[in-house]
């Protein structure tokens, strides 16, 4: 240890003053970004997830809107007129008759939409803000 030279660096106050600044800069950037990390959820709003293969490996086109389970949808809004009601699902306009994977819409009412899948129905209730 007795071989190492003291390295003895001099900076004038102008600069010493810009690299306190930017030393103080940097660790506010890093602990913004370690806060923002620790609580950031991905909300993709009902659209696919954008690294999901489009196409399988034997060259058929993945469909993922079919794998949609009830859990999934979320009733967004509906619009009532006089050519009948249409709704928001997972961000897709539907009206009655539409299908949204593998649930058909059987009816839009001004608070519910009704779902049918096979032999099973389901209602779609519309979240009223508080």
Do not use: C, H
């Amino acid at each position: 240890m007795k071989n190492f030279k003291k390295l003895k660096i001099r900076f004038s106050r102008r600069e010493s003053v810009s690299l306190m600044l930017a030393l103080g800069l940097l660790g506010i950037g890093l602990n913004a970004a370690a806060e923002e990390n620790e609580g950031f959820t991905y909300n993709d709003n009902g659209k696919r997830d954008p690294f999901w293969e489009l196409v399988g490996p034997e060259g058929s086109i993945n469909n993922y809107e079919n794998d949609l389970l009830l859990t999934d949808l979320s009733l967004q809004g509906i619009m009532s007129g006089s050519a009948g009601n249409i709704a928001m699902i997972n961000g897709k306009i539907v009206r009655a008759s539409d299908k949204i994977g593998q649930y058909l819409v059987k009816e839009i009412t001004d608070d519910w939409v009704v779902l049918e899948k096979g032999q099973q129905v389901f209602k779609l209730k519309l979240k009223k803000e508080e």
